[in-house]
């Protein structure tokens, strides 16, 4: 069986989301301690069609928060560049949020995970009972590739995208550190209260 506390979790939010993260967790945005001051970031026509998109075990996708198994997705690079017309947003003003499967299987939360684009008709769904074969399940190649275009594998970018979903609010202990793109951005998680301790400089996985 894999170490799941090895298998880590990354959410994109902005900055100025970070002081609630510190107070709430992460949250979902039909939980009572749900952000009203929310920044979103990404495609908003992609949110909405997952809010309706059904799971195979009946859940609407928008029910739970998602994760990528990396960084550097496709979407970062929408949402760095403005593409698709999603508002560009800083590099420096995303920061990754970082917990683990086996965070998220201590604190009793329920999931749902994905080989792919959660909503792409070709990925495949799993559940909390599939999770000791997640190794075997992801393609980690693909995920932690740099580059999603190949005109040999035409397949690959759906494989990078491969999700992880959770079911329910996340609480801050659950929460093993926080990736930032430079020294700017650092220094400002510290000033909201993050410790030094928890902020790493990974310029790698921004474009």
């Known amino acids: 069986m894999p170490d799941l506390s090895k298998i880590y979790l990354f959410r994109m939010t ?12 992460i949250t979902h945005k039909t939980s009572i301690n749900s952000n009203p001051n929310y920044i979103p ?22 029910k739970y928060i998602p994760f990528y198994f990396w960084g550097k997705m ?8 403005g593409f698709n017309f999603v508002e560009a947003v800083k590099a420096e003003d995303i920061v990754y949020v970082i917990t683990s ?3 998220i299987i201590d604190a009793n939360l329920d999931f749902v995970f994905t080989d792919g684009h959660a909503i792409d008709s070709f990925s ?17 190649n693909a995920i932690q ?9 035409l397949d690959l970018k759906r494989r990078k995208e491969a999700e992880f979903l959770v079911l329910g609010d ?38």
């Open 14 to 25: 902005h900055i100025e989301n970070i002081p609630h993260t510190l107070k709430f967790g």
């Open 41 to 62: 970031i990404g495609d908003s026509s992609i949110i909405n069609t997952r809010d309706s998109f059904l799971l195979n075990n009946g859940n609407h996708i928008g």
């Open 74 to 81: 496709p979407m970062l690079y929408v949402i760095q560049n």
């Open 101 to 103: 499967v086996q965070e």
């Open 124 to 140: 495949r769904q799993f559940s909390k009972e599939d999770i000791e074969n997640v190794s075997n399940i992801l393609d980690i």
């Open 145 to 153: 590739t740099k580059y999603w275009k190949d005109e040999h594998d």
């Open 170 to 207: 996340i609480k801050v202990t659950c929460v093993l550190g926080y990736f930032v793109f430079n020294q700017k951005a650092f220094d400002k998680l510290h000033n909201f209260g993050v410790e030094e301790s928890q902020i790493y400089l990974k310029p790698d996985l921004y474009f």
